[in-house]
């Protein structure tokens, strides 16, 4: 090797801006879920959980026990010698997993809206943490809007995606069906009012259904058609953003169709009131109807699951 010569090819330009990236890149998916750990664990008491805190091990039990009432296998097995289990159905225990799974993750994202909200705002009360030049401050603050209402409608297709998760397990219960491709939790809780609370006057008078049916008949911001709406908003019609309800141009200032002429042609069917409370708010109003609706899901899962028990049980003779 001639003196001076480097022992590693320089590299161009170009290449040396594709490694930065790329090491800014694994500094981000690095650090991104101990950032998300360490304001979940700061905030914790703000954002609804299925059980308290230490409440673990009792919800496990009754998640065994309801379970158990629906067919599923125990936990444990009394065999004789040389005696093989009886066959498992192991439906029953995966729908319930999937319930607290589904929860889980549309806690995650609407705690990602809410540490995006409390992020931008701080830029923008103190634009003296990240200087910049105007136009690239005006840029930054449409991407972390674009990022906030991407998360926003992410936790909305969530927390709808966990109640039929609810219906599916309740669809299993009450009818022994385990098809979902076209039941929801708004259907089959239709068909328990139609088959069984019409039926039994007791069962009717019931905390855990009149609950749950409050909810699921509610239009108000946190009640479950208003949810389901605003679903079928972001997955049909529009993706989520602040409406002006004065804007009347049919294009925004980038060429793409006004959200508010779509929102209202797709909803004029309704009345105004009505309307108004499935328009998207500002983002720190979204947070809040995201919290309340994270707080129903954890409020209403006790009656969830005294609503499995109310069912007729699917256990079978194991001996």
Known sequence: MAEG???EEELTPEQQSLVELIARVISHVANEPILFAQYEARQHDKFARLWPAGGGRV???RLD????HLGGPPRLYILRH???PPPEDGFPGAALQEVLAVFSRARGAVLRAHMDVVGTGMLE???EFLP???DDAAIMRKRWDEAFWEHAEMAYIRLASYWDRVGQVLNFAYFNLRSFKH???QSVMDRIHDNVAKMDSHFAERGCWTRLRAFQCSTKDDGYK???ERRNLVVHSLHLQPIAPDDESNFGESGEPDTDTVFTSQFNHLDHAHREKLRPRAPAGEVTLLMDHLGQAAKLFPDFLALIEAAPSKKRDRF
Request: proline share 8%; glycine share 8%.
């Open 5 to 7: 010569e480097s022992s």
């Open 59 to 61: 919800m496990q039990q």
């Open 65 to 68: 026990e309801v379970a158990l």
């Open 82 to 84: 040389g005696e093989n």
């Open 125 to 127: 009360k103190n634009p």
């Open 132 to 134: 910049m030049p105007k």
């Open 183 to 185: 039941e929801g939790f």
């Open 226 to 228: 208003w949810l389901q």
